[in-house]
Antibody, heavy 118, light 107 residues
């Protein structure tokens, strides 16, 4: 059974860097075709795709946020980490991580709410 | 970026109704389309991948169709647990993009 869980701070100050960790089980990020990505959702708004890392360390980013995002993986720890620099109140959102297989199936984590406020 | 446009943005329907939601891509995406269901305060749940394949454990009342630019999600007989917001998402090219959502409410 595939499970994913996001962790990180619930409150960050403007200009700070956010670091979120996705800890997963039930699959290996060294398996061909597998990817783990991040998606966010501001309160009351739609989903927004942020970044994705594949088993071969190929990384993809949203162009509008690329300068602020870094995604990395630690296969031995079954973790994927997303960092977002220069946080602003508009970045307040629930952040989800998700598993993708080579056929296009998606499995979601439960999400973590991050509030940006001084 | 590929724009995904869902219609309608919201709809009211009764239990037992057949409901269809449309998703249109701004350019062709073959069948690289997924559908998700989200209830308030919960994470999205995957329903459909590859435009028409049912994710494991999803009831067969949900079905997807389409290819290229036009796609539909159909719920054959709406039940109380189906009232939620539905999103489409393309994964044909980066950045992956979502539709704005369709809220299905009780009439």
């Amino acid at each position: 059974q595939i499970t994913l869980k996001e962790s990180g701070p619930t409150l960050v100050k403007p200009t700070q860097t956010l670091t979120l960790t996705c800890t997963f089980s039930g699959f290996s990020l060294s398996t061909s075709g597998v990817g783990v990505g991040w998606i966010r959702q501001p309160p009351g708004k739609a989903l927004e795709w942020l970044a994705l890392i594949y088993w071969n360390d190929d990384k993809r980013y949203s162009p509008s946020l690329k300068s602020r995002l870094t995604i990395t993986k630690d296969t031995s720890k079954n973790q994927v980490v997303l960092t977002m620099t220069n946080m602003d109140p508009v970045d307040t959102a629930t952040y989800y991580c998700a598993h993708y297989d080579r056929d296009g199936r998606t499995r979601w984590g439960q999400g973590t709410l991050v509030t940006v406020s001084s | 970026d590929i724009q995904m446009t869902q219609s309608p943005s919201s709809l009211s329907a009764s239990v037992g109704d057949r409901v269809t939601i449309t998703c249109r891509a701004s350019q062709g995406i073959s069948n690289y389309l997924a559908w998700f269901q989200q209830k308030p305060g919960k994470a999205p749940k995957s329903l459909i991948y590859a435009a028409s394949s049912l994710q494991s454990g999803v009831p067969s009342k949900f079905s997807g169709s389409g290819s290229g630019t036009d796609f539909t999600l159909t719920i054959s007989s709406l039940q109380p647990e189906d009232f939620a917001t539905y999103y489409c998402q393309q994964y044909n090219s980066y950045p992956w993009t979502f539709g704005q959502g369709t809220k299905v409410e009780i009439k």
